[in-house]
C-alpha cells in the first residue's frame, strides 16, 4: 500500500472537486427545513477552497426530503417505500428549498450559483453527455458552482440514477475532475457494520477495490436516505475506475470541508483512482453504468485483452442483450466476472452470426470483409 496517499494530499492536490451533500445533512430533523447554519459554514469552507485555486461542483441532495411534507408524505417513511410519482412531485416541491438555501449560503460572499438538472441519458447519450459537459465547464469557468441534482421530475425507473452518489461520480467523470467527496452521514469504510459489530475497524485508504470491500458495504440504507454503502462504493467503483479520487466522510458538523483538508485526525475513506493514461472516451466507457449488454471471453481472449489487444469475435463465448453497433457492452469472463467495458463494432445480430468465428469465416458470414473486432482496443477500459 502507499501510505504517503491521505485525504489531505489528495484534496491539496486536487483542481477541480465534486461535493456531494447527502439528505441527512442538508435537511433537518423536522424534514421540512434545510439546516441552513450548516450550509453557511460549508460555503465559507467552499469560499477557502476557491480562494486557494480549486474549481467547486456541488451535487445536492434533499430535494424530495424537502417536499414530502407537503404532500402528506409521513418522515419515517423511507424513500424506497414511497410511490415513484410522490416521490417525483415532492422532489418538484423541494428543489426550490433546496437551491434556495445555497443561494442564501452563497450570496453573501458573492459566490453565483447555477442549477443544473441531470438524467441518466444525459449522461449515458455521448452527445449529449458532452453537451452537458460543455454547459458545466462554461460555468466553471465563469466562476460560478453548478448546484447538481438528478432531475427527479422526469427521471423514472431503468433511466434513473435514484442515488446521488453515483450521479456525483458520472459528474465528476463528464467534467475530469480529481476527487469526488461524498459527505454523508457515515465516515467511511468499516471492516463489518460498526453500529453492530465492536471489533469493526475503520479503513483509511482503499487502493484496490475488492469483492472483500462490496461485502463490507452490506445492504444497509439509514433513515432518509437513499444509496447507503452500497451505492458508495459502486460510486467509487466508477469514479475510481476513470482515473478520480474518492473520498468518504461524514459530513454532520459544520465545516467538515476545512477539517477534512487540514485535519489529518478526521476520518474518512479515501479510494484512490485508477491513475494510469486513460484518455476522455476511455474515462466515458469505464463510468457507463447501464451496458446494453455483455460479451463472454474465453481464457485465451483474456489473455490477448491483458495485453493490450483488441477482442476479436473468435474469442467471445456468448453475448447476452441488445444492442446497436455503438453501444457499450461490459466484458466478462465466462463465469461472468467483470473485466471491463467497451463499445461494439456489431449489432447484436451481426455480433450473433460472427462470435467464435476467424476473419476469414466472419468475411464469408456476413458476405464482406467488414471490422474485424468485436470491440477494439482503443474503444476498451479493462478494470484495474
Ligand atoms: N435526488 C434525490 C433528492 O434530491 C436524492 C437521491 C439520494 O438520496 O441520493 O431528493
Known sequence: MTTSITTQKCLKDAKTIIIKIGTALIVDKSGDHVRQEWLDALAEDVKALREAGKNIVIVSSGAVALGRTSLGIPLDKPPMAIAL????????????????????????????????????????????????????????????????????????????????????????????????????????????????????????????????????????????????????????????????????????????LDQLVNDENIRSTLFVGDHTTHNAKKRWIGAHMRPKGKVFIDDGAIQALKKGGSLLPVGVKKIEGRFERGDILEICTESGHKLGMGITAFNKNDADHVIGKNSEQIAEVMGFMGRSELIHRNDMVLQA
Open 85 to 256: 410519482q410522490k416521490k417525483q412531485a415532492s422532489s418538484a416541491i423541494g428543489q426550490f428549498h433546496v437551491f434556495n438555501g445555497f443561494f442564501n449560503a452563497f450570496t453573501p460572499h458573492n459566490i453565483k450559483i447555477a442549477q443544473v438538472l441531470l438524467t441518466m441519458s444525459e449522461t449515458e447519450n455521448r452527445r449529449m453527455h458532452l453537451n452537458a459537459r460543455a454547459t458545466m465547464n462554461e460555468l466553471i469557468e465563469n466562476g460560478v458552482i453548478p448546484i447538481i441534482n438528478e432531475n427527479d421530475t422526469i427521471s423514472t425507473g431503468e433511466i434513473r440514477f435514484g442515488d446521488n452518489d453515483r450521479l456525483a461520480a458520472r459528474v465528476a467523470q463528464m467534467i475530469e475532475a480529481d476527487v469526488v467527496v461524498l459527505l454523508s452521514t457515515t465516515d467511511g469504510l468499516y471492516t463489518a457494520n460498526p453500529d453492530k459489530d465492536d471489533s469493526a475497524e475503520h479503513i483509511p485508504v482503499v487502493e484496490d477495490i475488492t469483492q472483500d470491500h462490496i461485502d463490507m458495504a452490506g445492504e444497509a440504507i439509514p433513515g432518509m436516505s437513499t444509496g447507503g454503502m452500497k451505492s458508495k462504493l459502486e460510486a467509487a467503483q466508477n469514479a475510481t475506475t476513470s482515473g478520480i479520487d474518492l473520498i468518504i466522510s461524514n459530513g454532520r458538523g459544520n465545516h467538515i
